[in-house]
């Protein structure tokens, strides 16, 4: 089966930069994504990984290691708005989009 | 807006009843996802749907079915409830069925299912 470890939380001020690692172990990797989800609503597609390296779109940047079963996202210029939880997940064989437990980030003026 | 739409957004129901929540996919998508997420959890992979046909199955329980319609709208059955089924159940969709790049899944608002 699949499984993926990131931190329950982080907290950090506005302004700063905050790095959410995210390992996995599956069969059949075929990409790395992350989400981004405000409490109560809908989980938000914010990037994917296949390949090796880092993925910019904006403030926020994906990294992947395939070697070490690895990756960030690196939020950066936090806002408030940056306020929610985070989850990266794996698509691995049989089809299955499998997520991990989440990393709330809390940010502070 | 994701333009994926779920019905109904809340539903509050008793032990042992059956409860049908559902999903129209936005327009163009042919998969359809169903994702459990509880009180303080992840998301949980029950199911997935491409163009009617049954694509991957997930930590779904027997008493939980789905199935995709022609028009390609989803519908999910959750039956003989228990108080652990209360959890907020998205329903995603995508172009295609394969996960990946250029086949970025989009989820509804979810349906909030609280069993009394």
């Known amino acids: 089966g699949q499984s993926l470890e990131q931190p329950s939380e982080v907290t950090a001020v506005e302004g700063a930069i905050v790095q959410i690692n995210c390992t996995y172990q599956t069969s059949g990797f075929y990409g790395l994504s992350w989400y981004q989800q405000h409490d109560g609503g809908a989980p938000t597609f914010l990037s994917y990984n296949a390949l090796d390296g880092l993925e910019e779109t904006g403030r926020f940047s994906s990294f992947l290691s395939r070697s070490d079963s690895y990756g960030y996202l690196l939020l950066q210029e936090l806002q408030m708005k940056d306020s929610a939880s985070y989850f990266c997940?794996?698509?691995?064989?049989?089809?299955?989009?499998?997520f991990g437990g989440g990393t709330r980030v809390l940010v502070k003026p | 807006d994701s333009g994926v739409t779920q019905t109904p957004k809340h539903l509050i129901t008793a032990t042992g009843q059956r409860v049908t929540l559902r999903c129209s996919p936005r327009?163009?998508?042919?998969?359809v996802y169903w994702y459990q997420q509880s009180l303080d959890q992840g998301l949980q992979f029950l199911i997935q749907?491409?163009?009617?046909?049954?694509?991957a199955k997930g930590n779904i329980l027997e008493r939980f079915s789905a199935q995709q319609f022609p028009d390609l709208h989803s519908e999910l059955n959750l039956s003989s409830l228990e108080l652990g089924d209360s959890a907020l159940y998205f329903c995603?969709?995508?172009?295609?069925?394969?996960?990946?790049?250029?086949?970025?899944?989009?989820f509804g608002e979810g349906s909030w299912l609280t069993v009394v």
């Open positions: 749907y491409y163009n009617g046909e049954e694509r």
């Open positions: 997940a794996v698509k691995a064989a049989g089809n299955k989009l499998t």
């Open positions: 995603a969709s995508s172009l295609r069925g394969a996960q990946g790049r250029g086949n970025t899944i989009y």
């Open positions: 327009s163009g998508d042919l998969s």
